[in-house]
């Protein structure tokens, strides 16, 4: 059973948007901050967005303005809206949630399978 579970990629015109969703599993004890990172073919990946628990946000500053992070705490999702789309965007874009799957567990990071996002010039 797979921990994080994307979806919302596809195809889209550079301007487009377009809005990604990310599931936790309820095996999760306790999730602190979830958020987005992105890899393009030959780039390292690199942090898009996070949100805490508490609704703290943070953004890449490629990204700032354009891109919005929200979250569902009850329903352990979330949301990536992505606004004004740029080929440069064009990346496998990750989920990742810092949390424990125990109470008495240590805090890891957990990574999503990866959504394909590609932009259109």
């Known amino acids: 059973q797979q921990l994080l579970v994307e979806s919302g990629g596809g195809l889209v015109q550079a301007g487009g948007s377009l809005r990604l969703s990310c599931v936790a599993s309820g095996r999760f004890f306790s999730i602190i901050t979830m958020g987005w990172y992105r890899q393009a073919p030959g780039n390292q990946r690199e942090e898009v967005a996070a949100?805490?628990?508490?609704?703290?946000?943070n953004y890449a500053d490629s990204v700032q303005g354009r891109f919005f992070i929200s979250r569902d705490n009850a329903k352990n999702t979330v949301y990536l809206q992505m606004n004004s789309l740029k080929p440069e965007d064009s990346a496998v874009y990750f989920c990742v949630a810092d949390g424990k799957l125990a109470s008495w567990s240590s805090t890891a990071k957990y990574w999503g399978q990866g959504t394909q996002v590609s932009v259109s010039s």
């Open positions: 949100i805490t628990n508490g609704g703290l946000t």
